[in-house]
């Protein structure tokens, strides 16, 4: 999708080039005219800085949730465009795999399962990464953004901290339950029992430093 911007230019570059080839007595033709064109495009593209790129509110790789009004979600062919790629119901998630500024506005393009499509941004909102589930006897480590994660002695938010354990450690399922709409889980950790939410469990064993 080329800017108008981009086309200006192009335009301009070409206008400067042919009156430059005129006062030195080259002629072209339509073929080397429209080539040349076409070169001028490409160098100024190459040289724009991307918009696409810049400062999103929703990353590539996030989740998002469809949150439009219709009970049939539309992802079209491409930003602005009439024709739609592929279709899905009204609050299914999908994986953002690309951005784009359309008339000054932020698009996503979003994969689902059976293909991918745009959609304006108003009409995704993030749902973060989607939390893997996990089953009593499941052995999975601690992980976090800090180097120690703080576990409960009662699932819930508000309920005291009984200790931390270092991120990293090896536990396994004992109970699980869910509340205030998360799921929590009873682990048997290297210092005892405790409670810790989803998001601080994963099954991928980290890397022996």
């Known amino acids: ?10 335009i301009s570059v070409l206008i400067l080039s042919t009156l430059a080839c005129e006062q030195a007595g080259e002629i072209l033709t339509p073929e ?4 040349r064109a076409q070169t001028a495009i490409d160098v100024v593209e190459a040289e724009t800085p991307n ?13 998002v949730r469809f949150v439009t009004n219709e009970f049939l979600v539309l992802l079209k062919r491409e930003p602005g465009a009439a024709l739609i790629a592929v279709q899905t119901d009204r609050g299914a998630t999908g994986t953002v795999i690309g951005t784009a500024l359309y008339e000054g506005e ?4 979003v ?24 089953e009593i006897g499941d052995i999975v480590y601690l992980r976090g953004p800090q180097d120690e994660v703080k576990v409960q002695t009662n ?22 339950t869910v ?6 889980y009873q682990v048997a950790a290297p210092g005892g029992l405790g409670w810790v939410t989803g998001e601080f469990l994963t099954s991928q064993k980290p890397e022996a430093e």
């Open 179 to 184: 509340v205030e709409d998360k799921n929590w």
């Open 1 to 10: 999708m080329k800017s108008s911007t981009s086309i200006v230019l192009a």
């Open 106 to 109: 932020v698009w996503y393009e």
């Open 51 to 63: 918009p696409e790129l810049d400062d999103t509110e929703i990353q590539i790789g996030e989740t």
């Open 155 to 176: 699932p819930g938010s508000g309920n005291p901290f009984s200790r931390s354990e270092p991120v990293g450690a090896e536990v396994s399922i004992v109970k699980k």
């Open 111 to 134: 994969e689902i399962g059976s293909g991918s499509g745009w959609l304006p941004a108003p009409k995704v909102e993030a749902v973060g990464v989607v939390e893997a589930e996990y």
């Open 32 to 35: 080397e005219a429209t080539q």
